[in-house]
């Protein structure tokens, strides 16, 4: 099976490849999440192979702010999204006439990774957290042990997603209250694989990303538990989003589809076989599937065309897997 964690410029034309010189009639144009993108990629890959090439697939990596600003536009098909929504982009959209179906796929665990010789942050609290990364922070907290006094005389180095991220969106938002408040001297990518990177060869850093990336990447970086709502510290890990002890970092992933894009039958069929097999592809990728019934009543919805989304505009945060399915299928 293909890395699902890859990053790849060429993944643009990845679902063609299988037809060589085949001239494409029918494009389908993803963007958006670079948490989702690789589910969307593998999907796209396997669909390739079932459909021997005859649909181009596109998936850029814009982050879900990118995405979402071109879905709103009319400009791709399909939005991968890290977080739900928004109200301003929910008011574009109907501006340009654009009706969407919101579509979870999977959940996620937003980890918090330090660098391996990083001995004593090995349990952070929410609190502690906000004082690293609160907007007053700001050239101010640049040492470990300003965090806690019997951590050592350590420079601090940040890294984390870009601005357009709902990666960042969410992270800002359960942590510092409010999404997009975030001090800003900090290594910000869209790119995983770079902040990866940049923990890993700083013994004084600190980061944050995808459950998967993290996963992907024990070798380079290692993961701090979280004081969760209920004042426990718990690992990030797939078994802890799916009970619910991991928060509130533990998050839905989506996908939006353009209602009118699903008319298209090379869409319909996509979106179909999206869902005929998330369960397997998600897994692979080492995000955390939604339960097997999920999906079945998930394509019912994508079929009746059922329009809008079940947040309101908002993010949600410390949802659970259980209420996101019973507000998407009710």
Same mark, same amino acid.
């Given at each position: ?7 790849? /410029?060429?993944f /643009?034309?990845?679902? #063609?490849a ?10 389908i ?9 690789? =589910?969307? $990629? ?23 702010g ?9 400009e ?11 109200t301003a ?7 340009? @006439? ?9 959940f996620?665990?937003l980890t ?16 502690q ?26 420079? *601090?180095k ?14 800002t938002e359960?942590?510092?209250k409010?999404?997009?408040?975030? !001090? ?5 990518? $869209? ?5 990866v990177? #940049? ?7 600190l980061?944050?990303? #995808?459950?998967?990336?993290? *996963? ?8 701090v538990? =979280? ?10 890990s ?5 009970? @619910?002890t991991?928060?509130p970092?533990a998050?839905?992933l ?12 090379e869409?319909?069929?996509?979106? $179909? ?5 998330a369960?397997?592809?998600v897994?692979?990728? $080492? ?5 097997d ?7 019912? !919805? ?6 809008g989304?079940?947040? #309101?505009?908002?993010e ?12 998407e299928?009710k």
């Amino acid at each position: 099976m293909f890395n699902l964690l890859k990053r790849s /410029a060429m993944f /643009a034309v990845v679902a #063609g490849a299988f037809a060589g010189s085949f001239v494409h009639a029918q494009t389908i144009k993803i963007d958006g999440s670079s948490t989702v993108g690789p =589910i969307s $990629e593998a999907v796209a890959e396997e669909f390739g192979k079932e459909t021997k090439g005859a649909i181009k697939i596109t998936v850029g990596i814009s982050g879900t702010g990118g995405g979402m600003k071109k879905f709103v536009r009319g400009e791709i098909d399909i939005c991968n999204a890290s977080r739900p929504i928004k109200t301003a982009e929910i008011e574009q959209a109907k501006a340009a @006439g654009i009706e969407f179906i919101e579509v979870p796929v999977a959940f996620d665990g937003l980890t918090v990774v330090v660098n391996p010789e990083n001995t004593w942050a090995t349990k952070l609290t929410p609190a502690q957290l906000k004082l690293i990364w609160e907007e007053s922070a700001q050239g101010k907290i640049n040492n470990w042990k300003q965090i806690d006094a019997s951590f050592p005389d350590q420079a *601090l180095k940040l890294y984390g997603p870009g601005t357009d991220s709902g990666t960042f969106e969410y992270f800002t938002e359960a942590i510092n209250k409010k999404a997009k408040s975030s !001090r800003g001297d900090y290594t910000a990518s $869209e790119d995983d694989n770079v902040l990866v990177q #940049g923990v890993g060869g700083d013994k004084g850093a600190l980061g944050y990303f #995808g459950l998967a990336y993290y *996963l992907e990447n024990k070798d380079k970086v290692k993961s701090v538990e =979280i004081q969760n709502n209920e004042g426990v510290f718990v690992a990030p890990s797939a078994e802890a989003v799916k009970a @619910g002890t991991y928060n509130p970092l533990a998050r839905p992933l989506f996908i939006y589809v353009n209602k009118a894009s699903i008319a298209r039958p090379e869409v319909k069929q996509f979106i $179909e076989f999206y869902l005929d097999n998330a369960a397997e592809l998600v897994k692979e990728a $080492e995000f955390v599937p939604l339960p097997d019934s999920a999906y079945p009543e998930l394509k019912k !919805r994508v079929e009746a065309g059922d329009t809008g989304t079940v947040f #309101g505009g908002k993010e949600q945060i410390g949802m659970t897997i259980e209420a996101l399915i019973a507000a998407e299928t009710k």
